[in-house]
């Protein structure tokens, strides 16, 4: 069974910084797409970030400057970088894993990220 599994969610206050990690299992990681979004109460989930296999790399125009997504293939693991956090950013934090061509798709349980003074 597939799993990927998020950490590094927490507790921040304005102006600082948590790195998200999700680990990916029983999985060709390589050939996934794999993303971060997030879900605020009350809110539609939305993408924050991507990386392709091909390593091609967006971001949401909300956090441009500040996340940053990369992938270690070799570690089956996908980081969400997040500096200078606001409040706007709380949310659940899931990680996606996406393979076009297959037509497969699988999410995390996600990751609470809280930004309060």
């Known amino acids: 069974q597939v799993q990927l599994v998020e950490s590094g969610g927490g507790l921040v206050e304005p102006g600082g910084s948590l790195r998200l990690s999700c680990v990916a299992s029983?999985?060709?990681?390589?050939?996934?797409?794999m993303g971060w979004y997030r879900q605020a109460p009350g809110k539609q989930r939305e993408l924050v970030a991507t990386?392709?296999?091909?390593?091609?790399?967006g971001y949401t125009d909300s956090v441009k400057g500040r996340f940053t997504i990369s992938r270690d293939n070799a570690k089956n693991t996908v980081y969400l970088q997040m500096n200078s956090l606001k409040p706007g950013d709380t949310a659940v934090y899931y990680c996606?894993?996406?393979?076009?061509?297959?037509?497969?798709?699988?999410w995390g349980q996600g990751t609470q990220v809280t930004v309060s003074s």
């Open positions: 029983r999985i060709s990681f390589s050939i996934y797409n």
């Open positions: 990386v392709t296999t091909g390593g091609n790399i």
């Open positions: 996606n894993a996406q393979d076009l061509i297959g037509g497969v798709t699988y």
